[in-house]
């Protein structure tokens, strides 16, 4: 496990009520968001890599990897980093109440904190979050590459946070041949690489939101809702 600095303070139309019902997921049905913090720098890192590659063979996960830039300066750029992932993993942190960051580490829905390679705690946060029923629902319709989004709040919710819906849009499989740095000589498979998220609306958890957006290009794509910038997953969906 790699552990890095403390970090510094802190950082439409209503959509047709049949269309909804019909995209309505069964209890339990919704996949479980998983974030995973890597980098090709940390030779740490292959294991947990090589589980995600594991969970993004399951339609109930959705797994997610972030590769952040901090072990960039050790030999090996990492050719997926991004200091949004970093800054990602740094307000999940700060959130918490933790002073370190480290990888590989995985965020269950937002809110657990599990080192990555650590399997049988991951599956056990995962079926532990698919007995819990969602603080929203959320519902959505594709015609094209329109997409249409209507959430409404199922549970309690913190009113002094906004709800944030992100769209992110991710690349599902490469192998890169390590030239340098700690995995020099190995080739590696990543799944699942977020290659963007950005918001695409923003909620205050009263009555409810009707979100309409484009998608652009041919990445696979997911939805999020969460409180805040970096709390709880309150929601998630994938994307045709």
Not at 39 to 55: R, V
Request: charged content about 20%; some cysteine; proline content about 4%.
């Amino acid at each position: 496990m790699k552990l890095l600095a403390s970090l510094a303070t802190a950082l439409g139309l209503t959509l047709p009520q049949i269309g909804m019902a019909e995209q309505r997921a069964g209890f339990g049905q919704e996949p479980v968001v998983v974030e995973l913090f890597t980098s090709q720098g940390c030779s740490s890192c292959p294991p947990a890599d090589a589980l995600l590659l594991k969970l993004a063979e399951r339609s109930d996960v959705l797994p997610l990897a972030l590769h952040v830039d901090y072990w960039d300066y050790i030999g090996w750029k990492d050719i997926f980093a991004s200091p949004a992932h970093t800054r990602r993993q740094k307000g999940y942190a700060h959130l918490a109440g933790r002073r370190m960051i480290y990888t590989p580490q995985m965020i269950i829905m937002g809110q657990q904190d599990i080192l990555g390679a650590d399997e049988t705690a991951v599956e056990e946060a995962i079926a532990s979050y698919q007995t819990e029923q969602r603080q929203v629902l959320l519902l959505h319709s594709q015609s094209g590459k329109t997409v249409q989004l209507s959430l409404a709040a199922q549970g309690n919710l913190d009113k002094e946070l906004p709800i944030f819906v992100q769209l992110v849009r991710f690349s599902e499989r490469h192998f890169v041949e390590i030239a340098r740095g700690e995995l020099a000589g190995h080739r590696l498979s990543y799944a699942n690489v977020v290659e963007e998220l950005k918001q695409v609306g923003q909620w205050d958890g009263q009555g409810e939101a009707h979100i309409s957006f484009e998608l652009t290009g041919d990445l696979p794509a997911a939805i999020l809702v969460q409180e805040g910038s970096y709390g709880r997953i309150l929601a998630a969906a994938r994307l045709q």
